[in-house]
Every structure is written in C-alpha cells, then in structure tokens.
C-alpha cells in the first residue's frame, strides 16, 4: 500500500528498460489516495517517419548519467506541481512497431498539474537525456536519429 | 592517433555513441596529450574529419557529469562524448 504522505510508487522504478514495458502493471502502482488524476503517455514505435517504412527501432543510452537526469526530471517535477506519483521509464535495445518505447505516469490532486507535469517530463526527457534512438527501415538501411524533433 | 584499447595502460579513454559509431570505434585511446574538449574535438576531426558537423552539437562527459572547455582533462580519464539526444 501506500501512504497517504508518499510521493513516490509503491515500487520503485527504474527508469531504462531493456525489457518490455509493463505499462500495465506501471500504472497499477500509480494510484494514490491524494490523487484525483493519473495521466499516462505512451510513446510508441510507428511504422512510418519521414515518409519512409520502419520496422523498428534500437535505442541506445549513457545509462549513468540517463538514469541520474530521468530521476532528477521526475524530482523537480514532483516538487514542481505537488505531484502525487511521477513515474517514466525508457526502453533501450530493440523495440518493434508497436510497441512502448518510453512511458510517463504522473498522479496529482487534480488534472491541470498531472497533464502539465507530464508533458514537461516527456519534453526534458526527448531533449536532454542521453538516449538516442536507431531507425531501421523496410527497404534494410538504418539510420541513427541526430535530434530531437519535438513531437 | 586514436589505437584500440589494451587493460593497463595509462592513457585517455574516449566512448563514443549513437552516430558517432559511425565515424569512431565505441571506444578507444588517444596517444596525444589533451588538455580541454576543444582540443579533444580538433584531435578528433584529426581523425576522421567527417564528424566534424556531428562533433560540433555533441557534449562531453567525464566521471558520469557534463564538462565543459574549463575542465582540465588528463591523460587517464574516461571522456564520453554525448550527441544530441534523439529518445523518445
């Protein structure tokens, strides 16, 4: 269970993966009694970019020092929008179409500091932490993504 | 001269990833003294000038924090170079 006064999931999570995400039994750890709203992104593997066919990706990480700024997102995060639970955690390895490449929970009070916090973890984490992804493409060519394009 | 790495010498230790990969080895050693990142990138174009682009946007770590050209780097330390994040 959790206490009421925690801010923190009942298990903790690490957070790079380089098995499948469990973003079921995630956000079943994600419920807190002072929690009125729990927002869940899921980014996952499409089939297309740039007009050209993906099979897949390969995410690579620093993971020191990914891990040490994933934590450090989440922890201003939760004193930044007094959030309840703040969760994220990234694939490495081979992720097929489909599937959950990096997965951000966040509880709050109410709705308006959940989303917004999880927009701001999701946001940090594309732009700052050392993780990069490797697109490989129908036609047996691959390619390593140079930047984050915001999206 | 960027060599590969061999356990027990005393010389800086550069790891590279992501594109970098496709211009450097994962990991090697350079031979010639190197004093701050900027060095470290000239050193770098010096041997394969393609990454100039790439090495230009790329930051620099050492014992798992981001440096800068301040930092004094010495002969044994681990520098890990960091392209632009592209996860998510």
Redesign the interface.
Known sequence: MISSSSSRPAVEVSPLSAESIDMIGLLSGAHHPGAGAVVLFS?EVRDNNKGRSVLGLE????A??AI?MIEEILAEARSKWSLKIAIAQ?RTGKVTVGDT??VVITASAHRSEAYAANRYI?DR??????????EYYADGTKE?????NHQ | MARKLRAGEDKMTIHVYAKLKDYFEPEFELEETIGNTDQLQEALVRINGGASELLSTCRFAVREGFIDNTFKLEEHDIVVIIPPSSGG
């Open positions: 980014g995410y690579e990480a620093y020191p020092l040490r990234h490449a990096v999701i984490i594309k732009h700052e932490a050392p993780i990069w992804k490797c390593w993504s140079e930047n984050c």
